[in-house]
């Protein structure tokens, strides 16, 4: 029988160090977020909260993986969660976590060069928009795409944000930043001969961009 504790109890947010940034924790927020980041386990969650009006199969399942885990389960009302959050577009259900970490460009190359493929690495330069980068990050997940490449700068950061709106996608796959692109790309080509980049422009024609490299590589074999 699934049984949760009643109450807010939140424990001060702890910070840790991982390179030169300070991490704190992240509220996730939302069904799906939460029950992702719960079934791929890829991080650390020290507590969920759960709204005494919220009800469904989801969130028993939220308050099963939990429990296997050994994750508290403390159901509160809605208006502490808003209070917590600082708006109402959490479902019912937030999860302190913590934050998402990217992946070390290291072991994307390692994974490449030593697993059988094919893989596939989505770079992604310039994006910004919260609502377009989660879009991507589905049809990555969606794509089986291995990795997603960001540059350091002039991308947007990993927030509970892009979480929700990516619907939780964003715990299935690996996401690397990198100081330049066009040097982790040489990169690449150095590890993988098979490696076949495909760009793409906003405002270009996907399909003139894939004949085109494809006319090339039929030239060269």
Known sequence: MLSVSAGLVLQPATQRHNGDDTMTDDKLYGVHPVLEALQEERRHIRQVLISTQRRGAEVQ???ALAERRGIPVVTVERPQLHQLLGHSAHQGVVALTEPHVYQPWTAVIAHITTMPGPHTLLCLD???????????????VAFGVHAIVLPRHDAVPL???VAKRSAGAIERISLVRVVNLVRALDELKFFSRELRILGVYPASD???TFKEEKDCKEEKD
């Open 61 to 63: 399942r939220i308050i």
């Open 159 to 161: 927030t509970p944000a």
């Open 206 to 208: 996907f399909r003139a």
């Open 126 to 140: 310039s994006v910004t928009d919260v609502g377009n980068f989660a879009a991507l990050i589905r049809s990555a």
